[in-house]
């Protein structure tokens, strides 16, 4: 979800700047059009924030609807600052500092279990110690 958000973001930029330019105008003519589209990403970015805190709590203090904010503004500004100033920045790179912010509200992680699934990277080797 978040790859393709960012895919979207290097696709449409000036649609995003667009977006972000009228979304907390408070006269603007495409408020209620944004904010209803904000709603939608916001509800999809909640449900799968909350699919991850049930297998994964959040830590006290942090809300699903909280996380989902932050994940929702950190795909914005990384998607428009790899797109503006860092193309050389892989979208793999930018998906993953999107999703350190999901760790970072999540309890830490307890032995034997494991990140939740839409957080995976590719399997180690095991270290031989």
Sequence with gaps: ?????LEFIGEYPAF???WLGEQWRADGAWQGLLAGMRAEVLAVIE????????ERPLRAGVTVGGVAVALF???FVTGMDRAALHP????EEAREAVLSIV???LEPEQRGRHP???CH??????RNT
């Excluded at 979800?1 to 958000?5: D, P, T």
């Excluded at 449900?47 to 049930?54: G, L, N, P, T």
């Design 88 to 91: 050389e920045r892989s979208i």
């Design 1 to 5: 979800m978040i790859e393709r958000a």
């Design 16 to 18: 995003v700047r667009l």
């Design 121 to 126: 990277t590719e399997p180690q080797a095991p």
């Design 116 to 118: 939740p699934p839409a």
């Design 73 to 75: 503004g950190a795909a």
């Design 103 to 105: 760790l970072g509200a």
């Design 47 to 54: 449900a799968a924030v909350q699919r991850i805190s049930s």
